[in-house]
């Protein structure tokens, strides 16, 4: 059976651990038999600018970057940074947003002002949206830094990928001693989907 | 082979190595950095950062010369600085192979100019090899290696930031088993005065003859069978954009692009009703294919900066691009790069800021001080243009009025920064210098350098003592800060900068992110003392903020550098668990 297209895209903010899940999402595609190729910028963005991370799955891919309106699904780990990537949204994307505010350094001298009409822009691309709050579900399982995992999870609910290839790809890719508060905020994940 | 996921700098390693690579040296440089963080992780290859490119590929020539096959990796503008030997390297040709894979930054992600490096292979008369995906990036480097010693010649690969940084996938293969070969002494070859260089550009020249035959039957350049209605000439990864936007059309795909199969174009070209040329950057198929007298259309339709994409491609060639309304996203608030919390870098400015001086900055994360609210950069131009640039300013009294000082950090130091001291100290200088040593290459993810003590495999090394390098070279007045103390560093700062002597200050503490310092304890502000007057958010800290008007620190962020406390004029901002002091001190700085 030939599998079809994917594409997504994983945004956020430098150092919240979205570029590890994007390594996490490839393999797991990987290990289910598709064609890989996924994409980001290093360099500058440690620096807590803006960062993004495309990842195609599919038959075959040729290009590393999601073309315009094309993207499937957009995992947004801050609330507003799914803005920015707007025209890669079409009525076939699902629009996953995880309800943390991080202001930019303008908003926090006050120059400028948070956007708060975050979700009325993004309905008018699409209607499949969903806020999850990924940071109070990681620190009720013990620890916020593995929100990342959280919304792995909630992302691999989407998906066409089997939860033992999730297991797997974990237990590739994370420190052991990191293992299980992963796989339980991944299951986390999944549940907070209510898929 | 089960397949797996590399990186385009990974599969670049992961070439070498398989092609029995036994050295290699490198200065760090987005996007090219992590191929030789990656290929150290091998027992059988020596690695190396060298102190900057043109040592780098001088090493890798001797290593190939002593009949080992040689890495020498680095950035676009690195090769800028290699550029003497490699052009003259081209002549001498090699013994064991040689390869000099550079990495372009289209869009400049992270560098400071745009320029396409696929002219160093014209301008030295060098073959150049072009992957677009991980898969070619490991094939295609040891093909250069094979390339290399058939041909008795250095190799280039080029890559860009996209093949660089993308996973795609892979079958890895062993490692070849290569012996040593014999050091053959050979002036003739090896040593290029004039008379053996007019021999040796004639041998160069026939060999660009023979690599011209090679290009034209080399499976790298390999045509597509698709529709005669369009053909498209590509290589890198824009191929891959035009693939996607072209699903039906004939391709040239290009692995070698210097020097270009001529017959092979004009074939491909007579088949098809019309060719695009795909290219990111310059022109440089383009222009050689039109002077061939195929006509293609190429730069007429995509711009000559900035990276492609498949939208790009699909716009340029006139396909509608698919978008509805174009969401604008410039006004949202930007997320520009800053300073880290901790960064000593944002001491120093602090300390410098009041005194109001020019600066003639560099490269590394202290450029980032050019942002508002720091502001503090006037010029920055190459990597250790500060000390020449800040003494030709100061040299022509330009800088009567308002005090200039040249800023950077201590891998740039020793990158190029020793030989602009030595000119201070020669030409009478009078500026000022400062060296922001936070003991890392911080820019591109904390390598070590020669004062760090360690080598890139970890071992420990002789660490250079900066300070003595500097009154080493002629300079008298060298001065040791600590950055995080505003009041003392800005006194030094003020000092040297009226002297009309020449001067170095070394303000010094470790990157506490890529030195893995231990988080201090953080700081927090006492709301009944803040006056919300705002100066402790002119310093630009990603911790502190405002909530309510008044100024906050988040805990988790704030790395306890204490910086803020210090320019706050109220006591309101105090380490957490000590209590503010009964009458506060007097703001160390002005508004
Ligand atoms: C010729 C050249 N080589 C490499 C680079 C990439 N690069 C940019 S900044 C930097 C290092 C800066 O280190 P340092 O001077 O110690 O400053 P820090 O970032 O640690 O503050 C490097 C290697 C470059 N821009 N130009």
Redesign the pocket.
């Known amino acids: 059976m030939a599998k079809e297209d994917c594409n997504i895209l994983i945004v956020g903010v430098g150092g919240q651990g979205n570029i590890l899940a994007g390594k996490v999402i490839s393999q797991a595609f990987v290990a289910a038999g598709y064609d890989v190729k996924q994409s980001e910028v290093h360099g500058m963005a440690q620096r807590g600018g803006a960062v993004s991370a495309h990842v195609r799955a599919g038959e075959k891919i040729y290009s590393p970057l999601v073309p315009e309106t094309s993207a499937h699904y957009i995992l947004s780990f801050e609330y507003m940074e799914i803005l920015r990537y707007l025209n890669y949204a079409g009525p076939q994307t699902t629009a996953l947003i995880n309800d943390l505010r991080v202001d930019p350094p303008s908003v926090a001298s006050g120059g400028m002002k948070y956007p708060d009409d975050t979700l009325d822009r993004v309905k008018q691309k699409t209607k499949n949206i969903l806020v999850v709050d990924a940071n109070k579900v990681a620190r009720e399982i013990g620890t916020e830094r593995v929100f990342n995992s959280v919304l792995v999870g909630v992302l691999a609910a989407y998906l066409p990928i089997k939860k033992n290839i999730w297991v797997k790809v974990y237990k590739e890719l994370v420190k052991e001693s990191l293992l299980d508060i992963n796989l339980k905020a991944l299951d986390a994940g999944l549940a907070l989907a209510g898929r | 082979m089960k397949k797996v996921l590399l990186t385009g700098n990974e599969a670049v390693a992961r070439g070498a190595w398989e092609a029995g690579v036994g050295f290699a040296a490198a200065?760090?440089?987005?996007p090219s950095t992590e191929i030789t963080e990656t290929i150290a992780q091998y027992d059988e290859v020596k690695a190396e950062w060298a102190p900057?490119?043109k040592v780098a590929l001088e090493s890798a020539i001797g290593a190939s010369l002593g009949g080992v096959r040689a890495l020498a990796c680095?950035?676009h503008?690195?090769l800028?600085?290699a550029a003497d030997p490699f052009c003259t390297l081209s002549y001498v040709g090699v013994n064991g192979g040689l390869v000099l894979l550079c990495a372009d930054d289209p869009s400049m992600h992270?560098?400071?100019n745009e320029q396409d490096n696929r002219y160093y292979a014209r301008l030295a008369k060098v073959p150049m090899l072009e992957p677009s995906d991980s898969q070619e990036a490991l094939d295609l480097i040891k093909l250069a290696y094979e390339i290399s010693e058939a041909f008795d010649t250095p190799v280039m690969v080029r890559v860009t930031t996209r093949v660089s940084h993308s996973r795609t996938l892979v079958s890895m293969g062993r490692r070849k088993a290569v012996k040593q070969k014999e050091f053959v002494r050979n002036p003739q070859k090896y040593v290029m005065v004039p008379a053996f260089a007019r021999m040796r550009h004639r041998f160069v020249v026939e060999r660009m003859g023979r690599l011209a035959q090679y290009s034209e039957t080399t499976p790298m350049n390999t045509i597509i069978k698709g529709s005669r209605n369009l053909g498209v000439i590509s290589a890198g990864v824009a191929f891959q954009y035009a693939r996607e936007v072209f699903p039906d059309a004939s391709f040239l795909k290009l692995g070698m692009t210097h020097p270009l199969p001529e017959k092979l174009i004009k074939k491909f070209a007579r088949g098809v009703d019309k060719v695009f040329v795909v290219e990111e950057l310059e022109p440089f198929m383009e222009d050689q294919i039109k002077a061939l007298g195929v006509a293609v259309t190429g730069k007429a339709a995509l711009p000559v900066m900035d990276e492609l994409n498949p939208d790009v491609v699909r716009e340029g060639f006139g396909k509608k691009r698919k978008r509805h309304p174009v969401e604008d996203t410039s006004k949202l608030p930007q997320r520009p790069p800053n300073l880290c919390a901790g960064c000593p870098?944002r001491g120093f400015y602090t300390a410098a800021k009041p005194l109001k001086p020019i600066v003639f900055g560099?490269?590394?994360?202290?450029?980032l001080g050019v942002l508002p609210p720091l502001s503090m950069h006037d010029a920055c131009v190459?990597?250790g243009a500060s000390i020449g640039v800040s003494h030709g300013y100061s040299r022509v009294g330009a800088d009567k009025k308002q005090k200039s000082i040249g800023v950077?950090?201590?891998?740039?130091?020793l990158?190029s920064g020793l030989t602009g001291v030595l000119n201070m100290a020669y030409n009478k200088g009078v500026n000022t210098v400062a060296v922001?040593d936070?003991r890392?290459?911080?820019?591109?993810g904390g390598q070590q350098?020669p004062a760090t003590g360690f080598t890139i495999k970890g071992e420990p090394t002789k660490a250079v003592d900066i300070a003595a390098v500097v009154k080493a070279l002629g300079i008298e007045r060298v001065f040791v800060v600590d950055p995080f103390k505003i009041k003392e560093t800005r006194a030094v700062l003020k000092r040297e900068l009226e002297i009309e002597e020449p001067s170095v200050i070394i303000s010094s503490a470790p990157?506490p992110l890529?030195t893995r310092q231990k988080k201090k304890t953080p700081f927090v502000v006492h709301e009944d003392l803040c006056t919300e007057c705002g100066s402790c958010l002119r310093i630009n800290c990603p911790a502190l903020t405002r909530r309510g008007g008044k100024a906050f620190v988040n805990n988790f962020l704030c790395n306890g550098c204490g910086v803020c406390a210090q320019v706050c004029g109220f006591g309101a901002i105090v380490r957490e668990g000590e209590q503010p002091a009964a009458r506060p001190k007097k703001a160390v700085a002005k508004k």
């Open positions: 200065y760090p440089g987005t900057n490119e680095m950035k503008v690195g800028n600085v992270s560098s400071q870098h560099d490269i590394g994360c202290y450029t190459c990597m950077l950090g201590d891998s740039t130091f990158h922001l936070n890392t290459t911080a820019m591109t350098h990157c890529m």
